[in-house]
């Protein structure tokens, strides 16, 4: 597991959160019952995958102080957090995080990790709006269109938890400061957003990987 990022990501979170990592190639162990029986068809790697995550949910829950707790998937296949909680789990590039925090201070949370390599450039136009597609073409590193797609999978996780609504790619135009904060501008309504809600995140990335981070704080 990469702990340069692990490091990175902690270093941006506010103390109220909780952080966790679990190795996603390690065996499906750890699965509470409600848990094992949503992944019985699974195959054998999205079952190893969703067992880390709720291993990593797990600790993460116990660095707040809460019990050990099942983790089930509602039926449109989100975690089903313990009553008082919010957090979001990611696979990818060979980890799996998970973040956690109150539901009273946190109205949602979005993390997702991804290859630090360019996306294929035949889903470019899926994935970026027209403002994105001129910025790639100023971007020496290629990497633009990864960090774009990054950013906005971590937005939508986290808007997700208040409108439990799916997000098209273009309904989110994020733009990146030299530090690698983001803000990615809501283009459509989605209620309780409104137009050009602006939602704040940032990205890292270390030994290869990217991890985008947008924490949404309950007003």
Not at 97 to 106: E, K
Not at 117 to 130: F, G, R, S, Y
Not at 160 to 175: G, P
Request: aromatic share 6%; hydrophobic share 50%.
């Amino acid at each position: 597991m990469s702990a340069a990022l692990i490091a990175a990501l902690r270093a941006l979170l506010p103390e109220e959160l909780a952080l966790a990592a679990s190795d996603p190639s390690a065996e499906a162990t750890g699965l509470w019952p409600a848990e094992a029986t949503a992944m019985a068809r699974a195959v054998p790697a999205r079952r190893r995958e969703f067992a880390a995550g709720r291993r990593a949910a797990r600790m993460a829950l116990a660095s707040l102080g809460h019990a050990p707790a099942p983790i089930p998937m509602t039926p449109d296949r989100a975690p089903l957090w313990p009553e008082g909680l919010t957090g979001t789990i990611s696979h990818g590039a060979g980890l799996c995080l998970a973040l956690v925090g109150w539901s009273r201070d946190w109205a949602g949370l979005g993390l997702d990790l991804e290859p630090a390599m360019p996306l294929p450039e035949d889903i470019l136009a899926t994935i970026c709006t027209l403002a994105e597609r001129r910025a790639l073409a100023q971007d020496p590193s290629g990497l633009l269109s990864r960090r774009l797609f990054c950013a906005k999978e971590a937005t939508y996780k986290a808007q997700y938890t208040q409108s439990r609504r799916l997000l098209s790619f273009h309904d989110l135009e994020v733009s990146f400061d030299a530090a690698g904060g983001f803000i990615a501008q809501l283009q459509p309504p989605c209620p309780p957003f409104s137009p050009a809600t602006r939602f704040a995140g940032h990205l890292v990335q270390a030994n290869g990987i990217l991890a985008a981070l947008v924490a949404l704080p309950r007003l």
